[in-house]
């Protein structure tokens, strides 16, 4: 009798938890496992905000897959996913094809950019490592041209930020540390400085809670952030945006624009003719899709609706990790015949954004409020606990954020 395979898409945090939990409860004769992801490693995309400022190294960001998963476990293909067909069972990769008893898809993000023109063209967005360090490299790489150009060109070191959602914020926290350091290495005069960010709703951080909200606009402006709130982003150019409040537009001019206003799951989910709602798949209670009962969805491409407001969950790492653990365990009962499917309910620990190395806010423990220092150093435990429970304390001393206070 031939074993069932399971194939698991993407190691973002859905994936990459899905597999570690299938090869702890899943036997060598119960089930062939595979994961296919485009790069040998895992990375951290709650880190890619620091990657881009320059805060971090992409290095610290990145876990070689085969640190965490174990490869007499699990058949690992390092391929790019092109199409999935789930009527006839099989994954179409840019080398190669795959055929699936049981899928996991867990293609994450890429970012929604609503229409805007010129977007695509002139903006960069934090995606991935490749492309925080192209931010951070072309951020620099103005800084250096500033004194190399003739003429007052303050476009070279004026950094729009589109979005003050929470990679938005987190993106201008750091920014606002890197800053000096390059002014400093570029002989830049500070004062030429902006950074501005631009939020076509009425407040930052929307839903999050008012006061805190205040503390972290009020922080960042002390650090020179410019707020544009209410303001919509109509227009991207070469030379810089365009924007538009109660009905005038003006004109920003800019050679540095990052875009984080807005997500949307992987195209490829939609384009294999899966049931979406905004590029996204509204599973089941058990983590399935609606139309398939042999394939699963984690992460960025799922949604969820909390039940008790009718509204999505946020596709945060948190929820992505949870949902590996619900997968894990149905897809055990699907290869063994049983029918005890666990019911997928977030169990939200706690919300906290960056501001910065030292400065944070968050809710925590049935709506704590945190602020400041004790707030970065609640952020750093999180990260650190996410290694612990990815690859151990070996994992935790290599990668982690041991400093609490730095």
């Known amino acids: 009798m031939n074993k069932p395979s399971i194939v698991v898409l993407g190691a973002g945090y859905g994936g990459i938890m899905t597999t570690i939990k299938l090869q702890k409860i899943i036997g060598d004769n119960e089930a062939d496992i595979t994961l296919v992801n485009k790069h040998d490693y895992h990375y951290q995309t709650t880190w890619l905000h620091e990657n881009a400022a320059g805060t971090l190294h992409h290095d610290r960001t990145r876990i070689p897959i085969k640190d965490v998963v174990d490869f007499n476990r699990v058949n690992?293909?390092?391929?790019?996913?092109?199409?999935?067909?789930?009527?006839n069972k099989k994954v179409v990769l840019e080398d190669g094809e795959l055929t699936y008893d049981y899928l996991v898809i867990g293609l994450g993000f890429e970012s929604a950019t609503f229409g805007i023109e010129g977007l695509k063209e002139h903006a960069f967005s934090i995606n991935n490592i490749n492309s925080a360090r192209l931010i951070r490299?072309?951020?620099?790489?103005?800084?250096?041209?500033?004194?190399?150009?003739?003429?007052?060109?303050?476009?070279?070191?004026?950094?729009?930020?589109?979005?003050?959602?929470?990679?938005g914020i987190e993106f201008v926290g750091e920014v606002v540390n890197r800053v000096p350091e390059l002014c400093q290495e570029y002989d830049v005069d500070p004062s030429k400085v902006r950074v501005i960010n631009v939020e076509a709703g009425p407040t930052a951080l929307a839903g999050f809670d008012e006061e805190l909200v205040e503390y972290a606009m009020n922080r960042l402006e002390e650090k020179g952030v410019e707020f544009r709130l209410g303001t919509m982003l109509k227009k991207c150019t070469e030379d810089g945006i365009i924007v538009e409040k109660d009905d005038e537009q003006e004109e920003i001019k800019t050679k540095n624009i990052v875009w984080a206003a807005g997500v949307r799951g992987n195209s490829i989910v939609e384009e294999s003719g899966f049931e979406v709602s905004r590029g996204r798949v509204p599973v089941r209670d058990d983590l399935r899709t609606p139309d398939y009962d042999d394939v699963f969805v984690a992460g960025d491409c799922a949604v969820l609706f909390n039940k008790e407001t009718d509204?999505?969950?946020?596709?945060?790492?948190?929820?992505?990790?949870?949902?590996?653990?619900?997968?894990?365990?149905n897809l055990k009962q699907l290869i063994n015949g049983g029918e005890e499917f666990e019911s997928f309910t977030p169990d939200i620990k706690g919300t906290v954004a960056s501001l910065g190395h030292t400065d944070a806010i968050g809710v925590v423990f049935d709506d704590k409020k945190l602020y400041g220092r004790s707030a970065s150093i609640m952020k750093k435990v999180i990260d650190n606990r996410y290694l612990v429970k990815l690859g151990g304390v070996g994992l935790l001393l290599k990668k982690g954020k041991l400093d609490m206070y730095r």
């Open 76 to 87: 690992f293909v390092q391929d790019t996913v092109e199409s999935i067909d789930p009527d």
């Open 137 to 167: 490299d072309h951020i620099e790489y103005n800084f250096a041209q500033y004194n190399n150009e003739e003429g007052d060109r303050q476009d070279l070191v004026t950094i729009v930020v589109g979005g003050a959602g929470f990679t």
């Open 311 to 329: 509204k999505p969950y946020p596709p945060t790492a948190q929820i992505a990790m949870q949902m590996a653990d619900t997968i894990g365990h």
